[in-house]
């Protein structure tokens, strides 16, 4: 069976049909929990079993606060929720912490919560079952994060995650066996390249440079712009990206692989 992947959100932001960080492979394992986790229907939501985080920024993890909300009491076993222990300490301490929302790691109660917090350190494989193999890579940003890749009998996909310049990305994807689907970030235009380098994010040009690390030529499946730089990201991406495959990404996309 091929693998599916659906895009719930992309955006670098929130605004009428934008959505942030969050996709859903084969129904049931959820790539980051931003604000598209909210245009799943509460049976789909149901349906996901693992959730695997690249980092702790609120855009990123904001939609399992209230998934796990809608689920209290609907599931019968724990979702398990994967991540680096510093980005699980991040989400424990200030968004379950019974302050900011629920601990719902102790909820209905400690022997059975409706979340189940699974450290994945940085290389560590995850057997997803059906094949599928996922583990994450370091990259660079503002707090701890890692890319993500997916492999399976029937193609590669990586997620860069958010990230800024640097080797451990691209060596941990030259090092895979092949890679089919790369969804990278490109979160400000080339006018904002010193936000971008303070942020930890790339510009169309830097992304451009970089990218003749990368080995393999996979189809990039470009993410995060910011709300109301697409247009601009898109025409610098069509002067600097010339001889790759590559999409702008949008809520809603399936791709198949």
């Known amino acids: 069976m091929p693998m599916r992947i659906k895009i719930l959100g992309c955006s670098g932001g929130v605004g009428p049909s934008l959505r942030t960080t969050s996709l859903l492979i084969d129904d049931e394992i959820l790539i980051d929990a931003g604000t598209g986790v909210g245009d799943l229907a509460l049976s789909q939501m149901r349906r996901i079993r693992h959730v695997v985080l690249s980092h702790a920024h609120l855009d990123h993890v904001c ?14 076993s724990p979702i398990r929720v994967h991540a680096s222990e510093a980005t699980l300490s991040a989400i424990r301490d200030h968004i379950f912490n019974w302050k900011i929302w629920p601990d719902f790691s102790q909820l209905p109660n400690p022997e059975q919560p409706l979340l189940r917090w699974e ?8 057997d997803l079952g059906e094949q599928r193999v996922l583990h994450s890579f370091e990259v660079l940003h503002t707090v701890p994060a890692v890319g993500l890749a997916v492999q399976s009998p029937t ?11 640097c080797d451990s990305l691209w060596d941990a994807l030259n090092a895979l066996p092949r890679l089919d689907l790369l969804m990278i970030e490109i979160a400000f235009p080339d006018e904002q390249e010193e936000l971008g380098a303070a942020s930890k994010h790339f510009t169309p040009s830097l992304l451009a440079r970089e990218l003749g690390k990368l080995r393999h030529r996979p189809q990039l499946l470009l993410t995060h712009h910011k709300p ?25 996309e399936i791709f198949m692989l």
């Not at 450290?119 to 995850?126: C, D």
């Not at 247009?231 to 010339?242: E, G, T």
């Open 228 to 252: 109301g730089t697409e247009a601009l990201i898109q025409r610098q991406c069509a002067a600097l990206l010339v001889g790759w495959n590559y999409h702008h990404l949008e809520s809603g």
């Open 119 to 126: 450290p994945l350190p940085v290389g560590q494989r995850l």
């Open 155 to 165: 193609g590669v996909f990586a997620f860069s995650g958010d990230t800024w310049a």
């Open 63 to 76: 939609g399992l606060a209230f998934m796990a909300d809608n689920l209290f009491d609907l599931i019968d």
